[in-house]
């Protein structure tokens, strides 16, 4: 993953049968989750779905805007072409009005839709929605539960919904099956890391939540708050929550969204999921592999897939790539769980994996380079020594792997692969290290993160602080494994600052000599949330060791423990 990005050209490049050979997309069929692989594997038949599936539809927001210019007639364009690109029948059946629609709630509490939107009324559009095999969804702004778009903002001097109940009950009256709430510019990182500032705006989505519930009502229901907050038991309750700001048209985009995930991707079950934001499609920065590699993970991490194109404007050939049924299958499947972070390669690749329903595994592998490079994977990073590998983008079986399997990827393209048949990799043990036996160098501080554990924090950039622990007694010469606990909840608070990418760059110098570049994702929203065994490999030599760790044009991660593998020789 690099600090400074290429720059892409804007024009779409057209996907061909070469560029189809280059972009290795796969889907492996491995069982590993917070189960053993063996459970995994032995696992067929899974419980009925405890919610919706991820929702999968077109939303407004970019072609249309949120102005004057949002029309029955321009969304009834977008709803012709959904059908005869033959996307709605492939499940892309939710067309969403993100805004401009909701005019001031009656007295009652019930919604009003503007007149200058739909000029038929609400209920013709909706049966117009119904004729091409699509369901409506809107996003709302207004009333006391969050915020009004703009502070000035009358809407024609009415009062806000006291009746939240009634107007969760009209919209499904009206044919709505998907509600978007979201926070204006309210929520932000900073503020929602503050618990009297967090708490109001959790009680918004709470009390519309409980709405939903007492009305009766089938509503896929889905926030925008940065995946969690000091209330995540109650805002989980949600069927979808955005775990970052909107999603931008360029790779650092995904990459800050990649990172945000990392904390929130366990969390995801059948009913409750990380929304990733909008798929970028159509003409914009991103090139093909790029575009194939976020659909990949979006399906893979079990985000809704929704996007927000003119449809008019996208290629022929990434209409057919979002109609595959092998992605959508990964996406909509029964078991609801997200691949989570196994293992990052800094500025080589990340391996991203979790289970699905029938016992085996999803992977995606991400290649971080901008050029085509050749990519070793090591099925231990998700659990396994061996696995039989499929091509799910293709339907291809890439038969049984050993230890490593090895293929070449396009620049920023992915691996998504599929494995069956797995055994499970030998158990690692690992000896810990906690923050209070190391050395804090310079500005660094050893401070309570709660009553139990403590952190090495305050390390300041570039050699101004350190924290370096001693690891006693190695026995032979090469690589060992470490697992690092951290805590990081520095956020990105904006879709457009590109140096902040929801992760901090560290260099850890193994001896005083080498130096091995490790980049942190958040671990959480708050600075007490820790993330436990990221895994880095690091050269050590016989005898004792010292791991220095600095951070590198920035403040470095707060550090919780160090545990060392415990080879054979080192175990006795």
Not at 331 to 349: A, E, F, H, M, V
């Amino acid at each position: 993953m690099e600090l400074k990005m290429k720059i892409w050209p804007n024009a779409y490049q057209r996907l061909s049968a070469i560029q189809w050979a280059r972009i290795a997309i796969l889907v492996l069929n491995i069982g590993f989750a917070t189960q053993s692989p063996t459970q995994q594997v032995m696992r067929r038949d899974p419980p009925p779905p405890a919610g919706p599936k991820p929702v999968m539809g077109w939303n407004s927001f970019w072609p249309i805007g949120c102005g004057k210019h949002v029309n029955q007639g321009d969304l009834q364009k977008q709803a012709d072409l959904l059908a005869q690109t033959g996307l709605n029948t492939a499940g892309y059946n939710t067309f969403v009005v993100e805004c401009a629609w909701e005019d001031w709630a009656n007295k009652d509490g019930t919604p009003n839709t503007k007149k200058s939107t739909f000029h038929d009324g609400i209920g013709p559009f909706v049966d117009y929605l119904k004729s091409k095999g699509l369901n409506l969804g809107f996003g709302t702004w207004a009333g006391g539960q969050l915020c009004k778009r703009d502070p000035h903002e009358k809407f024609h001097g009415g009062d806000v919904p006291k009746n939240l109940k009634a107007y969760v009950a009209k919209l499904v009256e009206w044919g709505v099956t998907y509600l978007s709430h979201r926070p204006c510019d309210l929520a932000s990182p900073d503020r929602l890391q503050y618990p009297d500032q967090a708490s109001p705006l959790n009680a918004r989505y709470v009390q519309m939540e409980d709405a939903i519930r007492d009305a009766g009502v089938k509503l896929f229901y889905a926030t925008s708050q940065w995946g969690a907050s000091p209330e995540a038991s109650n805002q989980l309750r949600a069927n979808s929550w955005r775990i970052a700001d909107d999603t931008r048209d360029n790779w650092n985009s995904f990459i800050r969204t990649l990172n945000a995930a990392v904390p929130y991707a366990p969390k995801t079950r059948p009913g409750s999921y990380s929304d990733l934001g909008f798929l970028q499609l159509g003409e914009n920065k991103l090139i093909s592999p790029e575009m194939l590699t976020q659909f990949a993970f979006w399906a893979a991490a079990k985000s809704p897939l929704i996007f927000s194109s003119d449809l008019s404007k996208v290629h022929p050939d990434f209409i057919e790539v979002l109609k595959n049924p092998g992605v959508i299958a990964i996406n909509q499947d029964n078991l609801g769980q997200s691949i989570t972070l196994r293992r990052r390669y800094s500025d080589d690749k990340d391996v991203w994996s979790g289970p699905l329903s029938d016992g085996s595994t999803v992977a995606v592998i991400v290649n971080w380079e901008d050029h085509t490079s050749l990519k070793h994977i090591d099925l231990a990073d998700m659990g396994f020594s061996s696995a039989h590998l499929y091509d799910v983008w293709h339907g291809k079986d890439l038969g049984p792997v050993n230890g490593t399997y090895s293929s070449h990827v396009g620049g920023h393209g992915c691996l998504f692969l599929k494995l069956t048949e797995t055994k499970p990799a030998p158990k690692i043990n690992f000896k810990r290290f906690p923050a209070e036996t190391a050395d804090v160098m310079g500005s660094a501080r050893l401070k309570d993160v709660t009553p139990k554990i403590k952190a090495v924090s305050r390390i300041s950039p570039n050699g101004g602080g350190g924290v370096r622990w001693t690891i006693p007694d190695i026995q032979t010469k090469g690589d060992v494994l470490f697992s690092i606990d951290f805590i990081n909840a520095q956020l990105a608070t904006g879709d457009e600052d590109d140096s902040k990418l929801n992760f901090k760059r560290t260099v850890i110098t193994v001896n005083d000599d080498k130096k091995v570049t490790v980049d942190f994702p958040i671990s959480g929203l708050l600075w007490e949330e820790v993330y436990e065994g990221f895994l880095v490999s690091l050269p050590l030599t016989p005898g004792d060791n010292k791991i220095l760790i600095e951070g590198v044009n920035e403040w470095a991660p707060d550090f919780v423990c160090l545990s060392v593998e415990q080879k054979p020789e080192q175990a006795s």
